[in-house]
């Protein structure tokens, strides 16, 4: 079993920043794509922006310049950095990455953050 523990979600105006926080931990023998998905108040889920274990990125449009996803591997961490927030950035922000959870490498799974909320107001 995997944990993933959100923070850093919180209130802020617009232009802002705030970095997210993703620690995973329990047995983890290796930590494949990480990825950072949002559910705003069109309840629609999209993926904001993902890490793969090679430390290649990809960002939804409308964040890129302002964001930027990383990983930390000894801390088992994602992290978010979000620069200059608009109001259309304002959502639940959820974890998820998919890990080998023993020396079977070839298999995975997907594990997900309980969500944070990140809310852009004047």
């Known amino acids: 079993q995997v944990q993933l523990v959100e923070s850093g979600g919180g209130l802020v105006q617009p232009g802002g920043s705030l970095r997210l926080s993703c620690a995973a931990s329990g047995t983890i023998f290796r930590l494949w794509d990480m990825a950072w998905f949002r559910q705003g108040p069109g309840n629609q889920l999209e993926l904001v922006a993902a890490i793969d274990g090679d430390s290649g990125t990809e960002y939804v449009d409308s964040v890129k310049g302002r964001f930027t996803i990383s990983r930390n591997n000894t801390e088992k961490t994602a992290y978010l950095q979000m620069n200059d927030l608009k109001l259309e950035d304002t959502a639940v922000y959820y974890c998820?990455?998919?890990?080998?959870?023993?020396?079977?490498?070839?298999?995975?799974?997907?594990?997900w953050g309980q969500g944070t909320q990140v809310t852009v107001s004047s």
């Open positions: 998820n990455v998919r890990v080998s959870t023993t020396v079977q490498l070839s298999k995975a799974d997907e594990y």
